[in-house]
């Protein structure tokens, strides 16, 4: 009797794990046979490439100034993600908040018009290597660090490790920190913290508003004109559809994930220069790898800026004070994590750190003011009105 009750729980198992085995196999299947997207072409043209030694060719591209009188320090623009590359769109509303400023903007590795990389390569250190060498090799001096997001947690690696490339650090709605360690003479005294809330300044200054005369009504809604270089010609998709299987392997195992999907491939199978990939394995590394402050983290000018409805916990970034002890921590209302810096109360800070780190002129006033949109009816965006000394 007993054995009759094995068998028939045997022949249930193998039944069960056949069907198991084949819908593996179904669902490889769909990730083999059904094709790519095509690419959207929305990368920026005019890319300059730099080769980063033993890691590979990232891209860059250079704004120069236009303005009148322009600061002597460059500003290296460090794109959130990770795995995000750099758009038209970035490009062209960074370079006109700051046109008195060269404006260095890098594809960091293994995303947007940069060379994917294999998963051996894809770590912070070759991260933090390809942007210091690039920071010595092409700009070749000093430079304002300007970071956001996840750009503001590897513009903080950057500066604690080569001190020698930051003039001043600008940290724009920063990543979550893992655990952080204050500098000290000794490592027994050292106080780290996992999570801390930081001590900020609320911002209450007020944001001046202007619409573009009395006679003219204004739509309840704000529409934003799209930028045409920015609209994807071809079919789009998130490669979750395709690579799932792919990046859930890769944390356990790069060599298996680096193989269900060849490299080769890997581009035609991203959403508009985002890197899944990228975006995995970097995040976790980047919070299980805790940061120590120098001596010169200490004295460095930084700027951290932030919205209060900002889905990163604010506890989460309080290190940034323990590795810079020295940094003003402000806090803006009615922003989010995609921080406005047409805003005047936003735009304000930034020139006056600016002014005081960078040599650029200092701002004595500002207007938010809306404009029409040519040639789209009742739509209207926002323009940044400043006057300088």
């Known amino acids: 009797m007993q054995s009759k009750w094995v068998t028939r729980l045997v022949l249930i198992g193998t039944i069960l794990l056949a069907l198991v085995l084949t819908l593996i196999a179904l669902a490889i299947g769909y990730i083999w046979t059904r ?4 690419q959207s072409q929305i990368e920026p043209k005019g890319a300059q490439f730099f080769e980063a030694e033993d890691i590979g060719r990232v891209a860059y591209w250079k704004v120069e100034a236009t303005a009148p009188k322009n600061s002597p320090i460059p500003i290296l623009y460090l794109q959130g993600g990770p795995g995000i590359g750099i758009s038209n769109g970035t490009i062209a509303s ?3 908040q700051f046109p008195d400023f060269d404006v260095y903007f890098l594809d960091q590795i293994g995303v947007g018009a940069s060379d994917r990389l294999p998963q051996s390569k894809l ?3 070759n991260s933090v290597t390809s942007i210091h060498q690039f920071s010595k090799e092409v700009i070749r001096q000093p430079v304002i660090l300007y970071g956001g997001s996840w750009g503001a947690g590897i513009a903080t690696r950057v500066s604690i490790a080569h001190p020698e490339i930051s003039k001043a650090l600008i940290l724009v709605a920063p990543v979550s920190l893992p655990e952080t360690c204050a500098a000290s003479p000794l490592s027994s005294e050292q106080p780290c913290f996992k999570t801390r809330l930081p001590k900020y ?5 007020p944001r001046p508003f202007l619409r573009p005369n009395p006679d003219t009504k204004v739509p309840i809604k704000e529409v934003n004109r799209t930028d045409p270089s920015d609209v994807p010609n071809g079919q789009t998709s998130s490669p979750y559809n395709r690579l799932w299987l792919s990046y859930v392997v890769a944390p356990a195992s790069p060599w298996l994930s680096e193989r269900l999907v060849p490299i080769s491939q890997r581009k035609r199978w991203e959403k508009d220069g985002e890197n899944f990939e990228v975006n995995i394995v970097l995040s976790r590394q980047h919070y299980r790898l805790p ?4 001596k ?4 460095l000018p930084v700027l ?3 919205g209060n409805s900002d889905f990163v916990p604010l506890e989460g970034v309080g290190g940034y004070q323990v590795l810079f002890p020295s940094s003003r921590f402000i806090e803006f209302r009615k922003e989010t994590h995609m921080l406005d810096l047409g805003s005047c109360a936003v735009f304000l800070e930034l020139r006056r750190f600016l002014a005081l780190n960078a040599g650029s002129a200092e701002p004595i006033s500002c207007v938010n003011q809306l404009v029409p949109v040519p040639n789209m009816p ?3 965006t926002m323009q940044t009105i400043a006057k300088f000394k």
Do not use: C, K, N, W
């Open 201 to 205: 300044d609320a911002s209450l200054e």
């Open 35 to 38: 094709p790519p997207p095509l």
């Open 123 to 125: 770590t912070l250190e």
């Open 291 to 294: 940061i120590t402050a120098s």
């Open 94 to 96: 960074f370079s006109e």
């Open 296 to 299: 010169f983290s200490s004295e």
């Open 378 to 380: 009742d739509a209207y």
């Open 304 to 306: 951290i800026l932030r």
